[in-house]
């Protein structure tokens, strides 16, 4: 069974950047996708990016395309989420979600462990 753990979450301005990251224990972790979602209060949970177990082929929401960026470092067991230019609407508690499959997908539904989550808020 795959564990995560994220940390990275903090208060930052507008415009401003933070790097999430989320450790995964496990042997396996080389094998599976992974994906970051977001939660803002009284909104549902939505997808923010994924990539595959190689990490070559990730996928991006239309609102963070061009200002984050998803990676993994697959000798670390480790993904991360870089944000740039960020906005106050990207204020949520962010999770991390491994899939058992090697393709990455936008479905939360498809994604079988999940993490802890991290806050992030952005001041205007």
């Known amino acids: 069974q795959v564990q995560l753990v994220e940390s990275g979450g903090g208060l930052v301005q507008a415009g401003g950047s933070l790097r999430l990251s989320c450790a995964a224990s496990?042997?396996?972790?080389?094998?599976?996708?992974m994906g970051w979602f977001r939660q803002a209060p009284g909104k549902e949970r939505e997808f923010v990016a994924a990539?595959?177990?190689?990490?070559?082929?990730?996928k991006y929401a239309d609102s963070v395309k061009g200002r984050f960026t998803i990676s993994r470092d697959n000798a670390k067991n480790t993904v991360y989420l870089q944000m740039n230019s960020l906005k106050p609407e990207d204020t949520a508690v962010y999770y991390c979600?491994?899939?058992?499959?090697?393709?990455?997908?936008?479905?939360?539904?498809?994604?079988?462990?999940w993490g802890q989550g991290t806050q992030v808020t952005v001041s205007s």
């Open positions: 979600a491994v899939r058992r499959y090697s393709d990455s997908s936008r479905y939360s539904s498809t994604y079988d462990t």
């Open positions: 990539i595959n177990s190689g990490g070559g082929n990730t």
């Open positions: 496990g042997r396996t972790f080389n094998n599976y996708a």
